[in-house]
């Protein structure tokens, strides 16, 4: 998702330059664009009551400008289109790593998302559980080999010794210390995650 121009509603095919307002650069003055010869222009509403058109919450829409009679403007946004946005320009891999990390998956805590943030976001997960389980299972066989002929390792120094030193010639032999002292190596798992994806 980083490094990437989005967009939260979509516009499908349209290519258009909209036309929202024009101001006289000479008087200051405010011109009524329907006097304007312009091919695309903003769509005008008669609401006479503000208030409530953020209830309206139209899908794939952004909201409204509402413009007062001293020609003031105020944004009203829809409340989807506030969690959408919020989604795709927080919801970065590092944030997404994070809840998956503490066991909050984010695509299982989402909806009404368009299909392919929700993809994205699946394909990261993907990514941290597959490199969750290669680094488990290296991990793990790693330790069956380091321990391989030795007897009584936790209480024996010299046969700790020797694993030891099998153990510091494995790529992450820090974790395998944990594993082999029966301690939740899941932090220090994650740990080497984040270091091959964000370092």
Not at 105 to 120: A, G, M, R, T
């Amino acid at each position: 998702m980083a490094g990437k121009n989005r967009i939260v509603v979509d516009y499908g095919p349209r290519e258009e330059l909209v036309l929202l307002a024009c101001i006289d650069t000479q008087s200051g003055n405010e011109i009524d664009i329907s006097k304007i010869d312009w091919p695309h222009k903003v769509n005008k509403y008669p609401f006479k009551d503000y208030n409530n058109l953020k209830d309206l919450n139209w899908n794939n829409s952004e909201g409204f400008v509402i413009r007062f009679k001293n020609g003031f403007r105020m944004k009203i946004k829809f409340d989807n289109y506030v969690k959408l946005h919020r989604i795709m320009t927080e919801m970065t891999p590092k944030r997404i790593f994070e809840a998956w990390e503490s066991g909050i998956p984010v695509s299982e805590n989402l909806e009404d998302v368009p299909d392919e943030i929700f993809d994205e976001i699946k394909e990261w997960e993907s990514k941290f559980e597959k490199e969750y389980g290669y680094i488990n299972l290296e991990v793990y066989t790693n330790l069956v080999y380091c321990k391989n002929g030795l007897e009584d390792i936790n209480s024996n120094r010299e046969t700790r010794k020797l694993f030891a030193e099998r153990a510091l010639k494995t790529e992450y032999h820090g974790i395998m210390f944990g594993m082999l002292d029966g301690r939740d190596v899941h932090k220090a798992i994650c740990k080497e995650i984040y270091k091959k994806f964000f370092h």
